[in-house]
T-cell receptor, first 114, second 110 residues
């Protein structure tokens, strides 16, 4: 079944730890995105990718990094987590061509940094 | 850069009452999308409007795109508890990115 997956769903870690949030999609989409969202607040784009080996920073400055080695996989890494990184991280993907470019979101990862 | 403003920020209605959220863009949009995010969930695509003055309906939800393609609205008739959540509008930016509004949180009292 075509879908978009994120793991872990919940993560509680200590300050200074390195973490990687996983995102995979089976829809064959070229474009993928990472958003950061605090509870009840707006979505902030932090990274996006147009395809393999293509990554760009989004509108919100983030200390995280991303990679896109395979079409279906778009992991996000924090080298040294801090309490200010506590938030929900949402991964999304969309079809590259045409006028209709709705984004499909994964279930999100809720990150808490102590 | 492009800005998408959404009002109200929050609305609390009695079940059965109507609800409307408004979206305004600083620039003309080629299209506008609406998403719904249930509490604790992730945004889910509802609809995309493309044509000037377009009106689309999904059961009790009515979506409108302004004549100038700079504003849009979502109207829910006779709200139900299942309508609870945050409704986001989003306009496209270059490269298939979306600029999301801040969202309208809808709470329904039964």
């Amino acid at each position: 079944e075509a879908d978009i997956y994120q793991t872990p769903r919940y993560l509680v870690i200590g300050t200074g730890k390195k973490i990687t949030l996983e995102c995979s999609q089976t829809m064959g989409h070229d474009k993928m995105y990472w958003y950061q969202q605090d509870p009840g607040m707006e979505l902030h784009l932090i990274h996006y990718s147009y395809g393999v080996n293509s990554t760009e920073k989004g509108d919100l400055s983030s200390e995280s990094t991303v990679s896109r080695i395979r079409t279906e996989h778009f992991p996000l890494t924090l080298e040294s987590a801090r309490p200010s990184h506590t938030s929900q991280y949402l991964c999304a993907s969309s079809y590259a061509g045409g006028l209709y470019n709705e984004q499909f979101f994964g279930p999100g990862t809720r990150l808490t940094v102590l | 850069g492009q800005q998408v403003m959404q009002i109200p920020q929050y609305q609390h209605v009695q079940e059965g009452e109507d609800f409307t959220t408004y979206c305004n863009s600083s620039t003309t949009l080629s299209n506008i999308q609406w998403y719904k995010q249930r509490p604790g969930g992730h945004p889910v695509f509802l609809i995309q409007l493309v044509k000037s003055g377009e009106v689309k309906k999904q059961k009790r939800l009515t979506f409108q795109f302004g004549e100038a393609k700079k504003n849009s609205s979502l109207h829910i008739t006779a709200t139900q508890t299942t309508d609870v959540g945050t409704y986001f509008c989003a306009g496209p930016e270059y490269g298939n990115k979306l600029v999301f509004g801040a969202g309208t949180i809808l709470r329904v009292k039964s």
